[in-house]
């Protein structure tokens, strides 16, 4: 199976996904050959076809982490949340996310009202702007919520939340019971995403123009769908201001967070700047990949993570000329 599996995988990374599924196919009895059909089939939005494969896998191999992140992840894209939380318990192992050493149990679901509960980070800084929308709920229940520090200059966005962070190096706050961000919505039994806006606006005035985003973490893995060619970015950069930290010069998220409150609108390719202005309940245009777009923009015409930003996808992959033609006649 070596060379022809090979081929199959250099296929799927080079795009051509027909010549990689029909690879794929020839040796469908072996279910890491499966976990990477049901890969190609998420990546090209054929999500009935990801659900039905990864559940061949898990058939044989129930215990089978990666099938389960990647069937939570085509559950969460379809919408079917509540099956999906479980499931996606399963990032822990696949992404080596280790249990802190926060000297307390960790939340299993248990009666908080009047506890203090440390939620720990995990993830992209996205992700971690995205799971916070369930700490008001948690607040609401009468809980004291900490955040265990991150340095990658999010911190300040949570303590101008209202959380209490823990310092950068030092010890975790106390609490009696931890909690990974991305487990809350299991652990409160949410049906579906909590409300979007749950950070302040910072003062936000508009009045300051359109702020753009043209490109994400190179090391991301689907980089390459996501972050606009050199043509492309320079078209976008001419609407409005970069928000990179290195064109603004922000210290970190709360700055940027800062910076965005004085815009009118914001336009960005998938990155976490998204995720800030959505929190925020500042207008936001998202600029979608037709191959490899993530879960959280469901059918890539409405999210329910943030349902009122605008989202434009490719029509077809990778053109971005037709996305940026939509984007100039919005304007």
Known sequence: MSDAFEKAVAAHQAGDFAAAER?????????????????LYNETGRL????ATLRLILGSFPEYAPARHSLAMTLLAKRRYAEAWPLYEARREVLGIADPAAGCPEWRGEPLHGKRLLVTPEQGVGDQIMF???????????????????????????????????????????????????SLPLR?????????????????????????????SPTHRYDRYRS???????????????LQPEATGAADFRETAEIVAELDLVIAVDTSIVHLAGSMGKPCWVLLSLTGADFRWNDGVRS?????????????????NAVLAEVSRAL
């Open 48 to 51: 009935d076809e990801a659900d």
């Open 304 to 320: 329910d993570w943030y349902p009122q930003l605008r989202l434009f996808r490719q029509p077809a992959p990778g053109d971005w």
């Open 188 to 216: 409160l039994g949410a049906e579906a995403p909590a409300a979007a806006v749950w950070l302040p606006d910072f003062g936000a005035r508009g009045g300051g123009g359109i702020g753009v985003v043209t490109r994400g």
């Open 228 to 242: 606009l060619p050199d043509e492309a970015a320079a078209e976008l950069l001419s609407l409005g201001r970069d």
């Open 23 to 39: 690879g794929y196919l020839a040796f469908r009895q072996h279910k890491n050959v499966l976990q990477n059909l049901a890969a």
């Open 132 to 182: 916070g929308r369930w700490l008001p709920e948690l607040r609401a229940c009468g809980v004291e919520v900490s955040i265990a520090a991150d340095p990658r200059g999010i911190s300040p966005l949570f303590q101008a939340a209202g959380c209490d962070v823990g310092r950068p190096g030092g010890p975790l706050p106390e609490a009696d019971f931890w909690c990974f961000a991305g």
